[in-house]
C-alpha cells in the first residue's frame, strides 16, 4: 500500500429513495466518505438515520438511486450486475447483525473459513485468522456449539479470509450482551491491525471506541 493508493472503499454523491406506494422514502442524500485498510471506520446515528441502507450500499448489495461507490478505485455502480456479484464475492466481506443468520449450521469452524478462500480464490488458509480473534480452540465446532459473540467473531473471520478489500458489519453486537460485545469490539480492532478495512455501523460504544473514524447520520445525511 502506497500513499497514492485509492481507499479501500469509497462513495460519493450518494443519494437513495426507496419506492413505496405513493411515494418514495428518502432515505440518504448526497454522502460521501472514504475508509481505509488498517482502519475501524464507524457510520454512527440514531435508528432510521440509514447506516443499514449506506453500509448495503457500499457492501454493493444495493444500488444506490445517484451517486457513485468504488472498491479499491474500481466504480462499482458502473459494473454490470454480474461484474457487480464477482466483485462482492472476491472482495467484499459482509456480516449480518443475527450472528446465526452469518454461518452454514453444517460447516465447522475452519471449513467456513476454507469456503471463504475457495470463494476468494486467494491468500492464507485463515487460521492465523482464528488465532487473532481468540477461535484457535474452536476449530472443529459447528455454530451451535458456540456463543453468540463466538457466533459473530467467526463470521468477521469469514469475512475477512481471503484478504478481501473491506469487511462491513450491520449493529454486529445488538444481540449481544456486554463481555461478547467487548469481544467483539476486540476482534474489529485486531482485524484492521492486520491490515484489513473494516466499516461497522453501530451505537454501541464498545464499538465507536475502537473506530479510528466515526460518521455520524442524521435523517440521511453525514452531520
Ligand atoms: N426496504 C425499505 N423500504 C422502504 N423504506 C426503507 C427500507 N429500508 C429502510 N427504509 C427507510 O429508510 C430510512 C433509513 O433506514 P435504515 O437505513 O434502515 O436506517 P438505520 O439502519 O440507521 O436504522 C428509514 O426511514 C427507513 O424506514
Ligand atoms: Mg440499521
Same mark, same amino acid.
Given at each position: 500500500? &502506497?500513499?497514492?493508493?485509492?481507499?479501500?472503499?469509497?462513495?460519493?454523491?450518494?443519494?437513495?429513495?426507496?419506492?413505496?406506494?405513493?411515494? #418514495?422514502?428518502?432515505?440518504? /442524500?448526497?454522502?460521501?466518505?472514504?475508509?481505509?485498510?488498517?482502519?475501524?471506520?464507524?457510520?454512527?446515528?440514531?435508528?432510521?438515520?440509514?447506516?443499514?441502507?449506506?453500509?448495503?450500499?457500499?457492501?454493493?448489495?444495493?444500488?444506490? %438511486?445517484?451517486?457513485? =461507490?468504488?472498491?479499491?478505485? =474500481?466504480?462499482?455502480?458502473? *459494473?454490470?450486475?454480474?461484474?457487480?456479484? $464477482?466483485?462482492?464475492?472476491?472482495?467484499?466481506?459482509?456480516? @449480518?447483525?443475527?450472528?446465526?443468520?452469518?454461518? +452454514?449450521?453444517?460447516?465447522?469452524?475452519? #471449513? !467456513? *473459513?476454507?469456503?471463504? &478462500?475457495?470463494?476468494?480464490?486467494?491468500?492464507?488458509?485463515?487460521?492465523?485468522?482464528?488465532?487473532?480473534?481468540?477461535?484457535?480452540?474452536?476449530?472443529? /465446532?459447528?455454530?451451535?456449539? +458456540?456463543?453468540?459473540? #463466538?457466533?459473530?467473531?467467526?463470521?468477521?473471520? @469469514?469475512?475477512?479470509?481471503?484478504?478481501?478489500?473491506?469487511? *462491513?458489519?450491520? $449493529?454486529?453486537?445488538?444481540?449481544?450482551?456486554?463481555?461478547?460485545? !467487548? +469481544?467483539?469490539?476486540?476482534?474489529?480492532?485486531?482485524?484492521?491491525? *492486520?491490515? !484489513?478495512? =473494516?466499516?461497522?455501523? %453501530?451505537?454501541?460504544?464498545?464499538? &465507536?471506541?475502537?473506530?479510528?473514524? =466515526? /460518521? $455520524?447520520?442524521?435523517?440521511?445525511?453525514?452531520?
Amino acid at each position: 500500500m &502506497t500513499p497514492n493508493d485509492p481507499p479501500a472503499l469509497s462513495c460519493s454523491g450518494i443519494t437513495h429513495h426507496y419506492p413505496a406506494s405513493d411515494h #418514495e422514502v428518502p432515505a440518504l /442524500h448526497e454522502v460521501a466518505l472514504s475508509a481505509a485498510r488498517g482502519r475501524v471506520t464507524a457510520l454512527v446515528g440514531p435508528s432510521g438515520s440509514g447506516k443499514s441502507t449506506l453500509l448495503r450500499i457500499l457492501a454493493c448489495l444495493e444500488r444506490p %438511486t445517484h451517486g457513485t =461507490v468504488e472498491v479499491d478505485g =474500481v466504480d462499482a455502480t458502473a *459494473l454490470s450486475a454480474r461484474r457487480r456479484r $464477482e466483485l462482492r464475492r472476491h472482495r467484499l466481506g459482509y456480516v @449480518f447483525q443475527n450472528p446465526i443468520d452469518n454461518l +452454514l449450521g453444517y460447516l465447522t469452524v475452519e #471449513e !467456513h *473459513l476454507g469456503l471463504a &478462500t475457495r470463494l476468494r480464490r486467494t491468500g492464507p488458509s485463515g487460521g492465523e485468522l482464528l488465532d487473532a480473534l481468540g477461535l484457535a480452540g474452536r476449530r472443529t /465446532h459447528h455454530p451451535r456449539q +458456540l456463543s453468540g459473540g #463466538e457466533q459473530q467473531r467467526v463470521a468477521l473471520a @469469514f469475512a475477512a479470509a481471503g484478504d478481501p478489500s473491506a469487511l *462491513l458489519a450491520d $449493529e454486529p453486537t445488538a444481540q449481544l450482551d456486554r463481555a461478547s460485545a !467487548h +469481544l467483539v469490539g476486540a476482534a474489529l480492532h485486531q482485524l484492521a491491525a *492486520l491490515g !484489513h478495512c =473494516v466499516v461497522v455501523a %453501530t451505537h454501541d460504544p464498545e464499538l &465507536t471506541g475502537v473506530a479510528d473514524d =466515526v /460518521h $455520524e447520520l442524521v435523517d440521511g445525511r453525514i452531520a
